[in-house]
């Protein structure tokens, strides 16, 4: 191994970090989105509130399984890999939920993106030391589960902010959109 291999396999490599906390943000506040839109989307979906309300349920069922499943039937795969396949999913399951024009498919938009919340959080949280070195850990976990927050205290009430705007669609495929940029950002980051 030549000093530039070791220098390479020791610096830290925060564009990555950083990266993953946007992630983490884009997945908490893909999670959360609904929460603010039940109103116009039960009302446009033609669903009681209650019915709407199974959109903030699912997801958080189908993650609590897809965290250990996706830990378990993707350990032989690159993780960079299998982050990037998850941020697909998830820019997939919100232009779904966008474009949706019936509950049972604005459901299934939603079991999607359980998948990739459980999944993501399988993988994300354990980055850290992969991405920076030893000294440098705590600070790294810190900066990536940051986005947790940042997305409850900004990125829920912006989306219900545009949504008030341009109507709930638009909260979803703005989200969408995020998650297709950061897939790009991830890809350019994530070490192999």
Known sequence: MTLTHVRAATQARWPAVISVAVGTF????????????????????????????????????????????????????DRRFTLLGLMALLAVANLAGALAQSHP?????????????????????????????????????????SGVSVASVLGVPAATFVASFAGWRSAFLAMGALALVLLAVLAATLPP
């Open 105 to 145: 498919v604005m459901m299934a938009a939603r079991v999607l993106t359980g998948v990739s919340i459980g999944g993501f959080w399988a993988f994300a949280a354990g980055l850290a030391p992969r991405l920076v070195p030893g000294r440098s850990v705590g600070r790294a976990t810190s900066v990536i589960l």
């Open 26 to 77: 884009t997945i908490v506040t893909s999670e959360m989105l609904p929460v603010g839109l039940l109103t116009s989307i039960s009302s446009d979906l033609r669903v009681s509130d209650g019915t709407a309300g199974l959109m903030m349920t699912a997801p958080g069922l189908v993650a609590a399984l897809s965290a250990p499943l996706t830990a378990v039937t993707t350990r032989r795969l």
